[in-house]
């Protein structure tokens, strides 16, 4: 059978052809912070019938992870774009491949990203939620890689802040596979 991860236990790593990811984030950590977040939601939100939206396929474990968190009813949907296709690098194109099902006008609606990079996929989906005159809307992202910025958007709950490099694992993928990945794993550039 094949293995994903190499190497003992305290160093270990994963390699995909000839590059090397190494641990950045331990399945501990995320889980600790996944935590906060959900407390921290579950008080904003009190009195409240939040919407949880995911953006697939990334969010799934996130979302699933940070809603167990959360001691409140809730709705949970999902929508799905796509922008990296196969490789490491955006195409700088946004295209909906699954829309929304639930009704968000006059909704609290809460959406969660599994990383926001250079800010387009985001800033597509507040334009388009705004369309639909939400209640209020807030975006929650486990991963926020500041240096790579490059649109103007609002990010109300950030998990990490991470380096401008590549990552998988726990929903993040590199062409499709690597998500079931319990803690996060950098690309070593060295
Ligand atoms: P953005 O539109 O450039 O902000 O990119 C957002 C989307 O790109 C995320 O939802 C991810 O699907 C994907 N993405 C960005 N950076 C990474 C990464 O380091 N690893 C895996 N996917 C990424």
Redesign the pocket.
Known sequence: MDELKSGSHAEDYILVGNEKFIPLLSDEKIQARVKELGGQLTKEYKGKLPIFIG?L???FIFLSDLVKNINLKLEIDFFK?S??GES?I?SGK?KMLKELNADINDRHVIIV????????????IEELMESFKPASLKVATL?F?KE????D?KIDYIGFE?PN????GYG???AQRYRNLRSIY??NEE
Not at 113 to 124: H, P, R
Not at 148 to 151: E, H
Not at 165 to 168: A, D, G, Q, R
């Open positions: 953006v396929n990334g969010s774009l922008s990296y490491k955006s946004v990203e599994d990383i926001v990079d250079t800010g387009l996929s985001i800033k597509y991963l890689k790579a910025l490059k649109y958007v991470i490099k590549f990552v998988i993040l993928d590199y950098v690309l």
